[in-house]
């Protein structure tokens, strides 16, 4: 049976919606188009070269995104700055409340929200409004806990925070972050991803501006923005999220500052199998842990299993690979109508053709290295719509033993492939696990929770889990990284406001050139 968009979902209604919500944040280009503003000097302005933004969902263009060169940022950063002055000073009181009136705001417009996430870094449905939902209900509770999280004399920074992040996670990480920021008395500046999400942040902001929050919105390339965002001397603190490469730039870039910074750069996450047996347990958090393709800062790229469960291993893992479900995120048969719910799907697109086309040639790679291909996924059979663009989707793979000189064995794929590393000692457990020196998370399977804790000990990873995955956490919960996956303050809970705030008695849990401290986990 041949598929369909569901009603109301084409890009060109989901754009209609998001220009009459917002008509502020956005411009018609040359060509009839839609271009994004920036949200510079306190308003919306048509300033930039506009560059056409793809989805990855079928490769459409869906606006120009109006890049700004490194003046415009320096004036637009120089403003933020005499905004901050004046937010700091602003009571808390008046802080919460506008800040509540924008939650108010985008929960009016969470499902627009959501169906903008499903266009630009393809989403599954069900995906997206978890990415809205968590950033709203995270900073509803900053809102009722900031108060006592100050209260030890807690002031906002010298000048605004400055955030960079990656495109997977636009609200709950990004903008949920700048909402906590604001509230902590902070005047905030983001830069839009590169590869996606341009178009929510661009209605997040307007209605966040609206809200008379002193927000800046910035595009361009992180070339020509870098040393702007990070280096500037007006920026109270730089919040980076995303990989080894871009973030040591960020970290080489503050070495000669004092500049308050939390930069988060990702790590191999491994699943450690030993001396364990309750395969059905695993089963549901493995399936779990394909969602949005792995393209997330937490996800389980790698399992190390002792040898003589490895069969056992693959019995569990591999009908469960086989099970998991890709592809457009808004197809739908002719029986669908409107109010019945969208594809069920563990994930869409990959965020670019040019990413699935890099992970494809790691997987090429691994093989002819000598990794042993146990499953290569294929698109066929995955509901696409009639001669739709595929190019950036990629079936899940699973491959045992990656080659040491593979890119494989040490970084994460950032993708739906996985790797398996077989040990025979608990010695060569740790150590393979231990492959990115240092990651976010990490698990350990064992019937024997008292070893499994032992072994824990010596996991360089910020959170691990016994017989359950660890994810950010929401709320209350603290997050960082070991070793290399993290520089500078810890966030999440209290630790999220000590980060954005100076004062008070308590240094700071994070990794420092002089020293890391570690809250409980």
């Not at 008070?504 to 809250?519: A, K, M, T, V």
């Given at each position: ?129 978890a990415d809205v939902d968590r950033a709203l209900d995270g900073v509803r509770w900053y809102v009722s806990e900031i ?6 004399g807690r002031e906002p920074l010298p000048g605004p925070v400055s955030n960079i992040a990656s495109w997977n996670y ?352």
């Amino acid at each position: 049976m041949a598929l369909r968009l569901a009603d109301g979902t084409s890009w060109s209604d989901t754009l209609a919606r998001a220009v009459a919500a917002t008509p502020e944040a956005f411009g018609t280009a040359p060509d009839g188009g839609a271009t994004l503003h920036n949200l510079v000097e306190g308003e919306w302005r048509a300033v930039g070269t506009p560059t056409a933004v793809r989805s990855p969902v079928d490769n459409t263009t869906l606006v120009n995104l109006a890049r700004l060169d490194a003046d415009a940022a320096r004036a637009a950063v120089a403003h933020a700055a005499a905004a901050h002055r004046d937010w700091a000073r602003t009571p808390l009181a008046e802080r919460t409340a506008r800040v509540d009136d924008a939650l108010d705001a985008l929960t009016a417009h969470r499902d627009l929200l959501a169906l903008l996430l499903v266009w630009e870094i393809g989403k599954p449905w069900r995906l997206a409004c978890a990415d809205v939902d968590r950033a709203l209900d995270g900073v509803r509770w900053y809102v009722s806990e900031i108060e006592r999280m100050l209260a030890d004399g807690r002031e906002p920074l010298p000048g605004p925070v400055s955030n960079i992040a990656s495109w997977n996670y636009p609200m709950s990480v990004l903008v949920h972050a700048e909402l906590v920021q604001l509230l902590a008395g902070n005047a905030v500046i983001a830069k839009t991803p590169s590869q996606g999400g341009a178009v929510c942040l661009t209605v997040a902001h307007a209605l966040m501006r609206r809200a008379g929050l002193p927000a800046t919105l910035v595009s361009g390339s992180g070339e020509e923005l870098s040393e702007v965002l990070v280096r500037a001397p007006e920026i109270g603190a730089v919040a980076f999220v995303g990989g080894r490469s871009n973030g040591g730039k960020v970290a080489a870039a503050l070495l000669d500052s004092d500049k308050r910074h939390f930069i988060e750069q990702e790590g191999l996450n491994a699943w450690g199998i030993w001396n364990f047996s309750r395969w059905d347990t695993l089963a549901a958090h493995l399936r779990k842990g394909f969602e949005y393709g792995k393209q997330r800062c937490t996800a389980y790229p790698r399992f190390v299993v002792q040898r003589d469960l490895v069969d056992e291993f693959l019995d569990m893992y591999l009908p469960v690979v086989r099970s998991i479900r890709f592809g457009h995120p808004l197809a739908v048969d002719e029986t669908w109508r409107a109010g019945d719910p969208l594809p069920e799907l563990d994930f869409g697109p990959l965020i670019s053709a040019a990413k699935a086309d890099e992970l494809r040639r790691k997987v090429d790679e691994a093989v002819r290295g000598g990794a042993v291909p146990l499953h290569r996924g294929k698109l066929d059979g995955a509901p696409f719509l009639d001669g739709q663009d595929t190019s950036a989707y990629v079936a899940p793979a699973v491959l045992l033993a990656p080659p040491g000189r593979s890119r494989l064995m040490h970084a994460e794929p950032f993708g739906p492939v996985d790797t398996i590393v077989v040990v025979d000692t608990t010695d060569e457990l740790l150590a393979q696990m231990n492959a990115s020196n240092g990651a976010l998370v990490a698990s350990l399977a064992c019937d024997d929770e008292e070893l499994a804790g032992k072994l824990a000990v010596d996991l360089q990873a910020f959170k691990v889990g016994i017989n359950k995955p660890r994810s950010r956490g929401d709320r209350d919960e603290p997050f960082g990284g070991r070793g290399a996956s993290w520089k500078g303050a810890f966030v999440g809970g209290d630790l999220l406001v000590q980060a954005v705030t100076v004062g008070g008695d308590r240094r700071l849990y994070g990794n420092f050139p002089d020293y890391s401290s570690y809250p409980a986990t």
